[in-house]
C-alpha cells in the first residue's frame, strides 16, 4: 500500500525558477525523506526530515514538515536542467526503521 | 569507490525460467533491500534483510527469492511462479536501525521474450 502521494504529478518550469512539490500521508511517521531518480537510473537520496522537525535545508533544497496536515514540501530554489528528474517522498513509521514506503513520485521537467 | 553494483544492467527471460539479479555492495551497511518499480510508479518492497543469513518478506513477495549468505551480497532469484515479472529491480542498502537512508544501486530491467 501507497503511504505517501506526491502532487503534483508532472510539473514544467523554466530554469532559474524555483519547483515546489509536496506529499501527503496517512499514518504517524518516524521520519520523512525525499529522493531523486533520473530517468532510468537508481534513486539518490536528498534529504531526510524526522518527525519532530518542521523545517531542513540542504543547498538549494529546502523540506518542510507538518505532521498535523500529514504533509511536506520540497522546495528547490533557482532550478537547473540538471534538476530534471522524477521526486519521491518515502516515510518510515511504526516499529521498524528499515522499511521505507514510497509515493508514486513527481516528475520535475527544467526547460533551458 | 564505496558503493552498490547490481548486473546485468538488463536481463531477459524465458517463459518458465528462474533468473537471478545480482547486488553487490562494499559500504558495509548490515541492511539490504529489493524494490520493483512498474512504469510511472513508485517502489514497491519485495524482500529485505537486516542481517546476514535473515531476510523478511516486503509488500509482494510472492514469485521471488532471496539469500543472505554473506553482508555484501543480497542477490534476488525471480521465479516462473512470478506472472508478471517485466519491471525495473532496484537493490538498496543502509547502516541499519540508526540511519534510515537508503543507497541505492543502478538497476536492472528485467524483460520477457
Known amino acids: 500500500s501507497q503511504q505517501g502521494e506526491e502532487d503534483p504529478q508532472a510539473l514544467s518550469i523554466q530554469e532559474g525558477e524555483n519547483a515546489t512539490m509536496n506529499c501527503s500521508y496517512k499514518t504517524s511517521i518516524n521520519n520523512l525523506q525525499w529522493y531523486r531518480q533520473n530517468s532510468g537510473r537508481g534513486l539518490v537520496h536528498l534529504i531526510l526530515i524526522r518527525s519532530n522537525e518542521r523545517e531542513k535545508h540542504s543547498g538549494r533544497l529546502r523540506v518542510t514538515l507538518d505532521t498535523s496536515k500529514k504533509s511536506s514540501s520540497l522546495l528547490i530554489t533557482a532550478s537547473r536542467a540538471a534538476d530534471t528528474a522524477s521526486y519521491f517522498c518515502?516515510?518510515?513509521?511504526?516499529?521498524?526503521?528499515?522499511?521505507?514506503?514510497f509515493g508514486k513520485g513527481t516528475l520535475l521537467t527544467v526547460n533551458p | 569507490d564505496g558503493g552498490i553494483t547490481q548486473s546485468p544492467k538488463y536481463l531477459f527471460r524465458k517463459e518458465g525460467q528462474n533468473v537471478t539479479l545480482s547486488c553487490e555492495q562494499n559500504l558495509n551497511h548490515d541492511a539490504m533491500y529489493w524494490y520493483r518499480q512498474d512504469p510511472g510508479q513508485g517502489l514497491r518492497l519485495i524482500y529485505y534483510s537486516q542481517i546476514v543469513n535473515d531476510f523478511q518478506k516486503g509488500d509482494i513477495a510472492e514469485g521471488y527469492s532471496v539469500s543472505r549468505e554473506k553482508k555484501e551480497s543480497f542477490p534476488l532469484t525471480v521465479t516462473s511462479a512470478q506472472k508478471n515479472p517485466t519491471a525495473f529491480y532496484l537493490c538498496?542498502?543502509?547502516?541499519?536501525?540508526?540511519?534510515?537512508?537508503?543507497?541505492f544501486g543502478p538497476g536492472t530491467r528485467l524483460l520477457v521474450l
Open positions: 518515502a516515510t518510515s513509521s511504526g516499529g521498524s526503521n528499515y522499511k521505507l514506503t
Open positions: 538498496a542498502s543502509s547502516i541499519g536501525r540508526a540511519q534510515e537512508t537508503q543507497y
